[in-house]
């Protein structure tokens, strides 16, 4: 392949790629709003102690900011943050969002022994 044709070629590849990759970020971004292991956009939710996922099916789902008093929730959950727009959440000791630490960020989860814990809050 001469130099000439060589350079088109490779223009041409890029541009490919370029056109790929714009068509794939669409589809990575919707994929932010699904549910995520049975956790609705928009929600925190719990799962059942120790239960892992529990087959997608989480215990108990919350949508609303602001604080969220929790009953019978003792040992070790899975606790997804499937919020949108970056809304974190939060475990507090108290009842009504009272000695609340750490930040479970957008997007992720944690396994943690709730039998300490009260109430959870989230924020946007």
């Known amino acids: 392949m001469n130099a000439r044709k060589k350079i ?6 890029g541009a490919l790629a370029l056109g790929l990759a714009a068509s794939v970020a ?15 956009s928009g ?28 009953s019978n929730q003792n040992g070790n959950h899975y606790v997804s ?14 009842y009504d969002g009272q000695g609340c630490q750490g930040y479970l960020l957008a997007g ?3 396994i943690k022994d709730l039998t300490p814990i009260n109430s959870i809050t989230l924020q946007p």
């Open 8 to 13: 088109v070629f490779l223009a041409a590849s």
């Open 26 to 40: 669409p589809t990575a971004t919707a994929s932010v709003t699904d549910s995520w292991h049975g956790c609705p």
């Open 108 to 110: 992720t989860y944690m």
């Open 43 to 70: 929600a925190v939710c719990i799962y059942p102690q120790d239960a892992g996922w529990n087959n997608d099916h989480p215990s108990n789902v919350y949508y609303s900011y602001g604080a969220h008093n929790l």
């Open 81 to 94: 943050n499937n919020q949108t727009g970056g809304a974190s959440m939060r475990t507090c000791t108290g």
